[in-house]
């Protein structure tokens, strides 16, 4: 049987380190029917993740697709002579930068770096914000139903819909615990809550209770054994 390929795009919410992520525990759940592929970026836009789906549709045939929307008051830029160097001394986002159609981006997320500050004090606030992301959203949308990649988008942390978007936006295929709200939140009402290290992204078992208490029951096409849950979920409880 052809494995039919899952695209997954999110921040560091999607982003392996020493702490596994969503989706990882997605990949080991559906390994016999979907071929996941991840293209989250540590600390992205809403911006940078409309660019990496529209560079990843470029590059490879994707059947579905996970978007997983991030915190509107971000900032991305093409990484110049001027924009690396800034890079260079940031002491936190100094390694972050990444091709996306074909430019270097400086992802800075949440970098104090005094020029990211000023373009978030003095020229793009936060309506102006939320208004991009709703924009990027909507033609995120167009481009996977042009393409016939079935879908459903998600939520890092919480996004309040500003009129005149939210009649569209709402009609969407969105998973979430509750309306507009992301994994972020939901790890408050998991039932794995109390083994939270209050890290930038959720413990690893909310992870996994999120893709099978949300996820799968709002999502078609993610289907797996409840047994293999089980199984990765005991593991789980034993290191901690």
């Not at 470029?58 to 690396?84: G, H």
């Not at 800034?86 to 990444?98: E, G, L, M, S, T």
């Not at 998991?190 to 999502?219: E, M, N, T």
Request: aromatic share 14%; proline share 3%.
């Amino acid at each position: 049987m052809n494995k039919k390929s899952l695209l997954v795009i999110s921040d560091g919410n999607g982003v392996e380190n020493k702490f596994h992520k969503w989706p990882f525990f997605l990949k080991l759940l559906t390994t016999k029917t979907l071929n996941l592929i991840n293209k989250s970026i540590v600390g992205s836009s809403n911006e940078l993740i409309l660019y990496q789906l529209v560079n990843t549709i470029k590059e490879q045939n994707i059947d579905y697709a996970i978007i997983q929307w991030t915190n509107p008051l971000r900032v991305d830029v093409i990484a110049d002579d001027f924009w690396v160097k800034q890079a260079n001394i940031d002491p936190i986002y100094h390694f972050n930068i990444v091709n996306v159609l074909n430019n270097n981006w400086w992802i800075t997320s949440g970098s104090q770096n005094t020029y990211i500050q000023e373009y978030h004090t003095k020229y793009v606030k936060n309506l102006h914000s939320n208004l991009r992301s709703m924009s990027w959203i909507m033609a995120a949308s167009d481009l996977l139903k042009t393409n016939n990649i079935e879908y459903k988008f998600c939520l890092c942390y919480k996004l309040n819909f500003i009129s005149p978007f939210d009649t569209i936006l709402k009609k969407y295929p969105w998973v979430w615990h509750e309306s507009n709200q992301g994994i972020n939140e939901f790890r408050y009402t998991s039932q794995y809550f109390k083994y939270d290290q209050g890290l930038a992204q959720p413990h690893p078992l909310i992870g996994l209770d999120w893709i099978h208490r949300v996820l799968k029951p709002q999502c078609d096409f993610v289907d797996y054994d409840d047994n293999a849950y089980y199984n990765i979920e005991k593991s789980l409880l034993k290191n901690v």
